[in-house]
């Protein structure tokens, strides 16, 4: 029998970890829900010991979730391992995630420490770990360019100390696929007691080499991948779940392991993310992208429709392009639009919010005579957002773009109690709005990336505006939608204000990164 490959999504952490793609906790409950639905394994749901927000939201996922392990990052210390212990107490599976780094750069001069003291701390705290968990898994951070006796000493001492599974991090994303997997066949090989421990790897993305790093980890032992949705992550991200998922699923006849997620829901899951994060999927990004299943070229269709086999190696069925889907209209009921809104993972906590959703959602139907499932996650992201402490609200929008004369925009925001309006012209009708704004909230933050996306299709689709801003080096995403891209834009970036404006949500004082 083939083994299980166990699947590990860590969106919620090390994808967070993304410049601007900081969650909620409701946003990082919604999408747990949506992980759990997909049957992952193991959800690494945040850092406790990084910020109380992180910690309130790592404890509102294992109250939440009930089918997949939550897990919990911590650093090498009790301090960090017991507020992990704390936020997963009432997880009806858990597992403490306890890291530090071991490669000679990391060691001298990041925690200036000698080896012998790395792996006193690597075993003092997986010990910890296990008053509160027996489930508990080791990362030697920058495993990538550690010495491999030394992994092979402090591996073996960890498994020694209870660690149930090891994660083998490429951490700044430096290895290639053959050298990578015979690192990890080595480990298995030269550690006494490997066969009492699973291995896992994660991988980053520096070199675009994280799936294929993952999969040669595969093919020599690695029983466990860490990925994210998307592929988001720190930098240029991590192993993209769906695409090793799918890999491994479509060459059954290469893989010696299975996956038990039920990828029917990877689209919509992706979506979600790709909603909440602000983070659009690129159109020919694998298995997510709108592309990924297209056909141009004469030659590919007509061989698709003679047989699909011909050019396509999986099914857009599965993995969701193609599903089902409840269409809602102007005419539905607040029952059906409730029960969708469950469905897609979203639960009311109020008869205000439900009341307040249902109405922005009859406002979109009579704009559109379709609402589906991806407007609706853009829906819930905006109520998200407004439950929130918002201070600044659009109230008005006037715009004036006319061949041959210079764009100019009329904009009306009410800042706390008080309406304000002022005026701007601009490049175009998108650029005299923002900078109307601007005028009145005067923020100093510059743009640094303004991106426009489609949310369904058809010329009465509402388009999906996210905004980067950057203000003294600390950068937020800001996120809008509508059927007219001018006001989706100035949505997006009255977004990003307030979130300019809130306290900083949450900090990583961590050593390092998995």
Known sequence: MKDKLIIFDTTLRDGEQSPG??????????????????????????FPAASPGDFESVQTVAEAVKDSTVCGLSRALDKDIDRA??????????????????????????????????????????????????????SPEDAGRSDEDFLCRILEAVIDAGATTLNIPDTVGYSVPQQFGETIANLIKRIPNSDKAIFSVHCHNDLGLAVANSLAAVMNGARQIECTINGLGERAGNASLEEVVMAVRTRQDIFPCYTGLDTTQIVTCSKLVSTITGFPVQPNKAIVGANAFAHESGIHQDGVLKSRETYEIMKAEDVGWSANRMVLGKHSGRNAFKSRMNELGFQFHSEEELNDAF??????????????????????????????????????????????????ATVTIRVGSEEL??????????DASLKAIESLVQTGASLELY????????????????????KAGRIVNGLGADTDIVIASAKAYINAVNKLQSPEYRQHPQIGDV
Not at 24 to 35: G, S
Not at 360 to 380: G, S, T
Not at 451 to 470: F, K, M
């Open 85 to 138: 212990g704390e936020a997963l107490k009432r997880a009806n599976s858990s597992r403490i995630h306890t890291f530090i780094a071991t490669s000679p750069i990391h060691m001298q001069m990041k925690l200036k420490m000698e080896p012998e003291q790395v792996i006193e701390y690597a075993v003092r705290a997986v010990k910890r770990a296990r008053q509160y968990t027996d489930n508990v898994e080791f």
């Open 21 to 46: 793609a900081s969650m909620t906790r409701d946003e990082k409950v919604r999408i747990a829900k949506a992980l759990e639905r997909m049957k992952v394994d193991v959800i690494e749901a945040g």
């Open 421 to 430: 309006t002022g005026s701007s012209t601009g490049g175009g009708a998108v």
């Open 359 to 408: 109405f922005r959602f009859k406002q979109l139907a009579d704009k559109k005579h379709d609402i589906f499932d991806e407007d609706l996650q853009a829906l819930i992201s905006e109520v998200s957002v407004s439950a929130e402490e918002e201070k600044v609200k659009l109230i008005s929008l006037k715009v004036c773009s006319e061949t041959g004369e210079t764009p100019n």
């Open 451 to 470: 991106s426009v996306n489609n949310i369904t299709t058809g010329t009465d689709a509402q388009g999906e505006v996210t905004v980067r801003l950057d």
